[in-house]
């Protein structure tokens, strides 16, 4: 059994990351147009950090399949962000997700391994 206190670490990097893109989407309120427009926009820059916190609740003890998930989101999104052309932007919304996916997958065959030898 992996140690409790490691599986949450990959657990903290995503509740930071949704907090990030929290934050990030009052950017909406600062646009043009009215009101319930601008908190429509809001709710749809929120939609990311909300599929992520409900996939995280529902799988975070299946460290195998999160650790997937989390590297397959991060790779889709580095198409969209090339780390060549926009350094920042690409170590802010896809680095989160690649380290805790890769932390995921440690985790995962590291008590793959303990157990084989218990």
């Not at 990097?13 to 989407?25: D, K, N, P």
């Not at 427009?37 to 460290?63: C, V």
Request: proline residues 3%.
């Amino acid at each position: 059994m992996v140690n409790r206190t490691l599986e949450k670490i990959p657990c903290a990097i995503v509740i930071a990351y949704v907090i990030f893109l929290f934050v990030t989407s009052f950017d909406a309120f600062s646009m043009e147009g009215a009101l319930w427009q601008q908190f429509g926009m809001f709710i749809l820059y929120n939609l990311p950090g909300i599929s992520l916190l409900l996939f995280l609740s529902t799988f975070w003890k299946n460290l195998l399949l999160c650790g997937e998930i989390f590297v397959v989101l991060g790779s889709l999104l580095s198409l969209c962000f090339l780390p060549w052309e926009q350094t920042i932007t690409w170590m802010l919304l896809v680095m989160p997700l690649l380290l805790a996916g890769v932390f995921y997958l440690l985790l995962y065959y590291w008590e793959k391994h303990y157990q084989f030898f218990s």
